[in-house]
């Protein structure tokens, strides 16, 4: 298949198309470290953005964030669990760290353990300046949850004993890619630093913006990236075009 981008000095890799076609033409990497669209429920409970107050600081070019992933902007995760997970296990020879809503943990640990992986753990990235919620009649949600796993054999990780518990703010400004929900570069790097080594391959099957491409470039690592939609194809390659940023 030829790539949508391709640096062979940095070792970088995206592919444009759906993973369910690709994952099956690649061979064994390091580890996979992945955001998936998160379960449909979730966008379909999103609020209106004429909610009170607004979704302010949330914006892609004039466009309301949660009212694109309501409208289906990134897809959802249904009816994949098990495609992945069984993808993920055979080419992961290290970890798999899946983000997800929590109310859908349970499939991806029940998937990939039948898959043949070892869960190990869930991470938690705490938003230190979440979105609050506006109606004010319910908690808001500030946290995201990941499922961290493992491939049979010893383990290791280069962050001793520390919990698994990450905290940064979100991505605003400048530093926000035009993508509905990416993760922020802080949080990447930190994974990225945290459960892989210098020149490893990272497999992102859901890219998005690019972000986890981008912090395995500047920790100096190898990365091969699929997304569906060319438009986020374009902005992870103009991210990745730049020289390696300083950490």
Not at 33 to 38: H, M, R
Request: proline share 6%; net charge neutral; aromatic share 8%.
């Amino acid at each position: 298949m030829k790539p949508y981008y391709q640096d062979d000095k940095a070792g970088i890799t995206i592919y444009h198309g759906d993973c369910r076609e690709i994952l099956p033409t690649l061979e064994a990497v390091d580890h996979v470290i992945t955001d998936p669209p998160y379960a449909r429920d979730i966008y379909l409970r999103m609020r209106s953005p004429d909610s009170s107050g607004g979704n302010r600081g949330y914006k892609i070019r004039g466009a309301d964030s949660l009212t694109a992933m309501k409208a289906g902007a990134i897809g959802n995760i249904e009816g994949m669990y098990a495609t992945v997970s069984c993808e993920i296990a055979r080419l992961a020879k290290r970890w798999g760290i899946v983000f997800s809503d929590v109310e859908s943990i349970h499939h991806w640990r029940s998937e990939i353990e039948t898959a043949g992986m070892r869960y190990v753990r869930t991470g938690v990235w705490v938003k230190g300046d979440a979105m609050p919620q506006m109606t004010g009649d319910r908690p808001g949600v500030g946290f995201e949850a990941c499922t961290i796993m493992h491939a049979p054999g010893a383990m290791r990780w280069n962050g001793g004993g520390m919990p698994a518990v990450w905290k940064h703010n979100i991505s605003r400004g400048d530093a926000r890619p035009e993508h509905p929900c990416p993760k922020p570069i802080a949080l990447m790097t930190e994974l990225v630093s945290l459960f892989t080594d210098p020149v490893d391959l990272i497999l992102d099957p859901f890219m998005g913006s690019g972000t986890t491409l981008r912090a395995a470039k500047d920790l100096g690592r190898k990365a091969i990236g699929i997304e569906i939609k060319e438009r986020y194809c374009e902005i992870a390659a103009k991210r990745l075009s730049q020289e390696v940023m300083a950490l």
